[in-house]
C-alpha cells in the first residue's frame, strides 16, 4: 500500500517535535513532456495509439501506453466521414478535451486538422494555441515535409511542441496522390530531414517502404513513429478503431488485437431478445 505523508505549514503545538519545513505543492500530475519523448530516441521502442473520448482514453493510459494522438482519423472511426479532409478545429477540440479530461499522465498529442495550417503562420499559431489552451493539447502534430516547415518552426518557436507527418499523408491523399506505399527516397529523406530541422520533436511515418524508414530511423536525432512503415521505427502508433476491432474499413498493415465491435453487438443482441422477451428488467 503506498503510504501519504501529509506535510503541514502549521507550527507544531508546544512541545511537539518541530518538522522541518516544506512548502505544500499543489497536487497536479505532471504530463509527460515532448522533450521525454524524444529522449526515448534510441533507448526504448514505445506503443503509440489514438482515443476520441474519455473512456478510451483513461484504457490506453491504464494499459501503460503513455503517448496518445487524438488524430484526425476521428473523422473516419468516430464521425463516419470517408476521408479526414472535413474534419474542424472545432471537432478536434471536442474530442481532444474529452482525452484530456479522461487521462492525467499521457502526452496528448493533438492532430491540426486539413485548412488549420494551410494558410499562414498566423493562422496555424492561431489555431495549434486555440488546442493548447482548449483541448490541453501538450502538443500538435501536421502533415507534410518540406513545404510545411516553415510552419512547424513558426509553432516551434511559439513554444508550441511539434510531431511532422510524412509519407502517405491522409489529409490530401483523396485529393490526387492516394494511399499507395511512399517510396521516393530522396523526397522522404529530404522531407524528414525538414522536418526535423524546422524543430519537430517526432515524425509520424505513414506507409513509406520499410527500408527508407528504416534509413530515415537511423539519420534523424527525433523518434520515428511509424504506422505501415515497418518494424525499424522507433515507436508504432495504430488507430484505436483498427486496434480492437471497431472499425470495418481497417487497412491492412494494422493488426486487431481484440473484437469488440463483435462482443458489442452480441451484447446489443442480448439486450434487445430480453427487452422483447420480458427477461429485462427482472
Ligand atoms: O489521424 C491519425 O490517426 C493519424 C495516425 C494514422 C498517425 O494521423
Redesign the pocket.
Known sequence: MRSVVVISNERPADGAEARPYEPIKAATVRRITASAIARRKGKQRFPVC?AYDAPFGRFVEEAGIDVI?V???VGNVVLGYDE?TPVTVDEMIHHAKAVSRGTSRAHVIV?MPFGSYHVSDEDALRNAIRMVKEAGACSV?LEGGVHEAERISALTAAGIPVVG?IGVT?QTAGLGPGYKMRTNRERLLADARAVEAAGAFAI?L?VVDPQIAGEITQMLHIPTIG?GAGAACDAQ?L?IHDLLGMYPHSPSFAKRYADIGSVAVTALRAFGDDVRNGGFPS
Do not use: A, F, W, Y
Open positions: 489514438t494522438l488524430g484526425d482519423s479526414t492532430d502534430k507527418h491522409p509520424v505513414e504506422i502508433v488507430v
